[in-house]
């Protein structure tokens, strides 16, 4: 028998078994999805034409959208950087004010603008869509239920409050189809807008990048405007300051009576010094006469000459001039008596110039002698005069100081409100005068074009991602219905889904009208009886030491072949043994109908019963070479009829009488009746129909009959399509075009 599976693998295709990916502990057998796609290969084929023919006439049924775009670039702002903190800030705060600008670009206040430029509200676009949005309001809804009290009535606007509402509606829609798309380490963005007018698109690009710079012009206007207005106000208020603390100024001076400050506090100071410097030499030049007078009060009644020692008297320019003049008149003298004696009347007048010197220096001694008192006395009177002064004057600068000070503090306050009423003057005047010139803070670099085809949809991606979806989806489907598809396909099949030995395959034959086909003895060289004869092969095979006298032939439900397949097998080993074949499917008997006997032909039943003879139940059938006997009628107790010890009698007798009985047994899934004729057989084969029966019943039909110890040799594989399975499955199932074509030879 091992040999016999053996041969039986030969017919496994190699290539279902070389297509496993290993997934984990789960292996993915891609050959098997290949496969469910080709066997669903003219419906999936189908479906995506199908669908694909919908997208096209969906997509042919969408309006053109058409986008237009232009590109702003913001300038430089020029940055006045005096630290180092701010080299390190400028990046980040450049950044900041450009997403700024790209917010702003975004918004609503701008795109509002825009509808009020180009009087989007009025335009035919926006008035189809407010009509068609109305349409849609005015349809069905569950308020036009309600009883007409109950319901609201309707809201009657205004034209103001119309066109308020219409230029809000186009508003949203230039915002939401309005994008702005930042090109990244520059400053140039992009301005999109989409639409299926195109003109209209490229007019609300280029409106919205001009109401943008426009916007920031006017807003820049608007705070030149605004801070003259309070510069303006402001002067006004530190005119009138000014002027207040100027009247405060004069009437200070008014009240103190003086007439102007300029040089007077220097000049009292200078005076102040002056007189200090005064007394100081008054001071001196009185200890210096009174040191004079005390030097000659202590020389008392003395000579000329001993006061001449005195340097006050000396140093007299009075005296000096005698003194010079006396030395002039001794030299002349001393001249004199070298050349003449005593007696010429030059040496005595030189003599007489002499004493008249020598009492002139006498008298003007005393003279100074007695004026150094009165010079004591009118130095200590200057001294005392020049105090009494500084100590008046000192008093007048106390005094001019204090008012010094309360004039000044009024003067910086005058000061301070006309530097602070200039430079509000000044700036007032730039702000007018250049406020409203500032360049703009971007510029246009290419203006949008009416664009000239559309942006979507793309009808052919479209049409072509629909049909590779469809497609795709297809495939899906099928591997989907492939793993949902529990039944059994192909040999492969027998021991992976069923854990069984397949004992050979049966081929799908075709039929003609009535539903007939070539069987075993109608044409023995066919692969149908090939097939047969492998089966009797392997049955033979399988049990050379002990053959198998009583085969039961059961399947899992009705319907898939078992009564023909008993009948062909009982008459391919009827070409080689004395074989009887047994109706015993008392519940729906098939085997006199097809061995052409009369419906109350007698049978199992009837010599079970006791109501006929064994030779009566049994009919040779000639052209089938083996003897069969039919079900006979259907008894009320199919199960209690073949579990009798009536029905085990019979078949002792038959199998002295033949050499092999095929039974044709009641499916395992509908009744018990295969379990019982399983545990009288020798050998049970089991038959499922390929594409049809279910490997989950299948494997508990199976199940039940190893579970008592039942003799199953093998599985048989019926209706099995080779052409199919190659073109599902892959090469390998070739064997019936060998015996086709061998058939036709001969």
């Known amino acids: 028998m091992n040999e016999f599976l053996g041969q039986n693998q030969q017919m ?48 042919y049924t969408l309006e053109p959208i058409y986008r237009a775009s232009a590109s702003i670039v913001m300038e430089t702002q020029e940055a006045n950087v005096v630290n180092v903190e701010q080299v390190y800030t400028m990046g980040h705060q450049g950044y900041d004010y450009y997403q700024t600008q790209f917010e702003i670009l975004k918004s609503r206040s701008l795109a509002e603008r825009v509808v009020r430029k180009l009087n989007l509200h009025k335009h035919p676009y926006f008035a189809s869509s407010a009509a068609k949005t109305a349409e849609k309001e005015a349809g069905f809804s569950l308020k036009t239920l309600l009883p007409a ?9 205004t034209e103001e409050q119309q066109e308020a509402l219409d230029i809000k509606r186009a508003t949203g829609y230039v915002v939401s189809g309005l994008d702005v798309s930042p090109v990244d380490y520059s400053h140039i963005a992009y301005l999109s807008f989409e639409s299926t007018d195109a003109r209209l698109t490229a007019e609300i690009v280029n409106a919205a990048a001009q109401a943008f710079i426009d916007g920031n012009l006017e807003n820049r206007l608007e705070g030149t405007l605004q801070a003259t207005q309070w510069l303006t106000t402001r002067l006004e208020d530190l005119k009138e300051g000014l002027g207040q603390s100027e009247m405060a100024l004069q009437a200070f001076r008014d009240e103190e009576g003086l007439v102007d400050i300029a040089g007077v506090t220097g000049s009292g100071g200078s005076e102040l010094q002056l007189l200090s410097l005064r007394m100081e030499q008054a001071r001196e030049a009185r200890i210096e006469a009174q040191n004079i007078k005390d030097d000659v009060q202590s020389m008392g009644s003395t000579t000329t000459e001993e006061l001449m020692t005195v340097p ?43 004493n008249a010197a020598t009492r002139d220096l006498a008298t003007e001694v005393r003279k100074v002698v007695s004026g150094i008192s009165r010079e004591y006395e009118l130095a200590l009177r200057n001294e005392e005069e020049l105090e009494a002064s500084w100590e008046a004057r000192k008093s007048e600068m106390q005094e001019f100081n204090r008012v010094e000070f309360r004039l000044q503090e009024l003067q910086r306050e005058v000061d301070t409100n006309l530097q602070l009423y200039n430079i509000f003057f000044t700036r007032i005047k730039n702000v007018s005068e250049t406020g409203g010139f500032e360049k703009p803070h971007a510029r246009i670099v290419d203006s949008a074009a009416v ?68 069987q075993v003895w109608q044409n023995p060289q066919g692969i149908y009886a090939e097939a047969i004869r492998t089966i009797r092969t392997g049955v033979v095979l399988s049990s050379l030491d002990d053959p198998a006298k009583i085969i039961v032939v059961t399947s899992t439900l009705p ?6 397949t008993v009948l062909n097998l009982g008459a391919a080993f009827g070409q080689m043994e004395n074989t009887l074949v047994i109706g015993a499917d008392l519940r729906r008997p098939s085997l006199a109908r097809m061995c052409n006997l009369t419906p109350n032909q007698q049978g199992l039943s009837h010599f079970v019963s006791g109501a006929a003879s064994l030779d009566s139940c049994i009919e040779n059938v000639e052209e089938l070479g083996i003897y069969v006997m039919p079900a006979g009628i259907i008894p009320p107790n199919p199960l209690e009829m073949i579990s009798s010890r009536l029905f085990v009698n019979a078949l002792e007798q038959l199998k002295e009488r033949f050499d092999r009985i095929v039974i044709d047994s009641a499916p395992v899934q509908a009744v018990s009746d295969a379990l019982i004729l399983a545990s009288y057989a020798d050998s049970v084969i089991y038959l499922v129909e390929a594409n049809s029966t279910s490997a989950t019943q299948a494997r508990k039909g199976i199940a039940a009959i190893v579970a008592n110890n039942e003799p199953l040799t093998g599985v048989i594989l019926n209706q099995f399509d080779a052409k199919k399975a190659r073109s599902y499955y892959g090469s390998g199932y070739e064997y019936g075009d060998y015996y086709a074509s061998q058939s036709e030879t001969h």
């Open 12 to 59: 496994m295709p190699q290539s279902a078994q070389g297509m496993r990916v290993p997934l984990g502990d789960e292996v993915i057998d891609l050959a098997r999805y290949l496969r469910a796609i080709l066997h669903y290969k003219w419906p999936i084929i189908g479906l995506g034409f199908a669908l694909t023919l919908l997208a096209g006439l969906w997509v």
């Open 149 to 157: 009290r109950s319901k609201e009535p309707p809201l009657q606007l």
């Open 312 to 354: 006050a008297v000396l140093q007299h320019q009075v005296i000096r001039d005698i003194k010079r003049e006396q030395s002039l008149a001794e030299r002349r003298l001393s001249e004199l008596g070298k050349r003449y004696g005593q007696k010429h009347p030059k040496i005595i007048s030189a003599q007489s110039d002499l």
């Open 451 to 518: 664009p000239g085809s559309p942006v979507r949809p793309k009808k052919r991606l479209i049409v072509m991602a629909a049909l590779v979806v469809s497609l795709l989806f297809g495939c899906a489907v099928a591997i989907l219905l492939d793993i949902l598809d529990n039944t059994v396909k192909r040999p492969e099949d027998i021991h992976e889904k069923l854990s069984s030995s397949m004992l050979g395959t049966i081929p799908k034959m075709k039929t003609d009208n009535e539903g007939s086909f070539e």
């Open 559 to 564: 319907g898939e072949g078992k009564s023909t």
